[in-house]
């Protein structure tokens, strides 16, 4: 049964890139075969790079449906690119039983890797509901700017999944990047990074896969360049614990920063 009461079990993939989705989903399956969690998270670009069409999108999305009513559990479906016709983006979807729940879009994508030059800003952010638990997506380098997980935190989202492919140089960095998101947003943060490949400018990605908890630990941390499914659970009192001692973001609903003044002086 999905996300219920107290705690929230997660599963965190950390895989390499493979070359379509049929294969990316068939290791999936036998991976879940007989799991017991409530979400399972993958990383971004999990199945390629290469633009899907909307019927290859829907085929997909039907790939992981199947997998969802397996393992009785949501899937946050990495992050595929999908040509809507009009435009190009980076999309990541949330899949139940029944189908595409929800989905988020890459707001920013990435200039650093030129991907900014082929795939357009996104516009959505999902979030779904389950057992009293909200979960919401921020593809990859979103996270850097604290404006889009605001937006996620502003609605109580309880999980941040991210998820992420970085470089080996950045892994540290981008540990420590999930642990203030999840502090400053009362929330966990779980980032899903690809492993055993390279950036197009050389570099290695070798995962790094990491829970963080909304109280400035790590729940769990990946040892770079393995393969796998590791798990977590979660627990509502560490959400609880954290915005009741803090109430940072009782301050943010209250719109109180919109009455500070910037002054300058020269």
């Not at 900014?116 to 380098?141: A, D, F, Q, S, T």
């Not at 470089?167 to 998101?181: F, N, T």
């Not at 290695?204 to 770079?224: C, K, M, Q, R």
Request: charged residues 20%.
């Amino acid at each position: 049964m999905l996300g219920v009461g107290e705690v929230f079990r997660v599963g965190v993939a950390q895989v390499r890139r493979f070359s379509g989705y049929v294969e990316g989903i068939d290791w999936l399956r036998g991976l879940v075969r007989g799991l017991s969690v409530d979400l399972v998270v993958l990383p971004e670009n999990w199945v390629g790079t290469r633009v899907l069409s909307r019927v290859e999108f829907d085929e997909y999305i039907g790939l992981l449906r199947e997998v969802s009513s397996e393992v009785s559990a949501l899937i946050i479906g990495g992050s595929v690119y999908v040509d809507f016709g009009n435009r190009v983006v980076s999309v990541c979807p949330i899949v139940g039983g029944d189908g595409l729940v929800n989905y988020s879009e890459k707001i920013m994508p990435s200039k650093a890797t030129h991907e900014r030059g082929r795939v357009g800003n996104g516009k959505r952010l999902g979030v779904v509901e389950l057992g009293g638990w909200r979960v919401g997506c921020v593809i990859c380098v979103d996270a850097m700017y604290p404006e889009i997980t605001r937006v996620l935190a502003l609605n109580y989202v309880d999980i941040i999944a991210n998820p992420g492919s970085i470089s080996v140089d950045r892994v540290q960095l981008w540990r420590s990047l999930g642990l203030v998101r999840a502090f400053e947003n009362s929330a966990y943060f779980v980032a899903s990074l690809g492993t055993g490949y390279k950036y197009p400018d050389g570099r290695d990605v070798l995962g790094g896969s990491f829970i963080a908890s909304p109280n400035g630990e790590y729940v769990l941390t990946v040892d770079l360049g393995v393969e796998g499914l590791f798990n977590a659970v979660l627990n509502r009192q560490d959400i609880d614990y954290a915005r009741a001692r803090r109430g940072y973001l009782d301050d943010l609903a209250s719109n109180y920063f919109r009455n500070v003044r910037i002054v300058v002086t020269k």
